[in-house]
T-cell receptor, first 111, second 112 residues
């Protein structure tokens, strides 16, 4: 069964805090992994792809653990503008055209 | 400006009245997809298309049809809408199989 599970949230954190989101996936054949961001009532937008070696983009760090089928997103020095829902996204299998989205974790950064 | 457009953005209709939601992209993307988003269920894929005249079912295709006659357009058709199809619908496109997906602004559909 295709499944992507995320922390249920919501996460309410003060400005400047470090926050981590976790995601597990069930399909061991999945090859591609992403984090998307969705603002309230808006369309999802790609935040970052997740590579096997881990990758960083400014305050954001994504990591992948294939053995544990686990993906993480770390946000350092949280800003008010980081408030959004973060979606973990996984391809459904090797060579697949389909993506499976997690239900998302809502983050609220508080002044 | 590179974008995915959807029309209409908001639609209220009655059960059984056929409707079409249009989706168009100007990025020459091969891959297009339709999703619905419901509270507590997240985004679920309805149909996708790998190229012109090539479509396949996603996770929740029942009650929907699609066509891909031109590369830029991928309309979603509800032949006989029912209240359980009330949802927020997103169209998306990408250059390749699992490249970054660009989403349209969404269509909020209410079926009474």
């Amino acid at each position: 069964r295709k499944e992507v599970e995320q922390d249920p949230g919501p996460f309410n954190v003060p400005e400047g805090a470090t926050v981590a989101f976790n995601c597990t996936y069930s399909n061991s054949a999945s090859q591609s992994f992403f984090w998307y961001r969705q603002d309230c009532r808006k369309e999802p937008k790609l935040l970052m792809s997740v590579y096997s070696s881990g990758n960083e983009d400014g305050r954001f760090t994504a990591q992948l653990n294939r053995a544990s089928q686990y993906i993480s997103l770390l946000i350092r020095d949280s800003k008010l503008s980081d408030s959004a829902t973060y979606l973990c996204v996984v391809s459904t299998g090797a060579g697949s055209y389909q993506l499976t989205f997690g239900k998302g974790t809502k983050l609220s950064v508080i002044p | 400006e590179a974008q995915v457009t959807q029309n209409p953005r908001y639609l209220i209709t009655v059960t059984g009245k056929k409707l079409t939601v249009t989706c168009s992209q100007n990025m020459n993307h091969e891959y297009m997809s339709w999703y619905r988003q419901d509270p507590g269920l997240g985004l679920r894929q309805i149909y996708y298309s790998m190229n012109v005249e090539v479509t396949d079912k996603g996770d929740v295709p029942e009650g929907y049809k699609v066509s891909r006659k031109e590369k830029r357009n991928f309309p979603l058709i509800l032949e006989s809408p029912s209240p359980n199809q009330t949802s927020l619908y997103f169209c998306a496109s990408s250059l390749g199989r699992v490249n970054e997906q660009y989403f349209g602004p969404g269509t909020r559909l209410t079926v009474t």
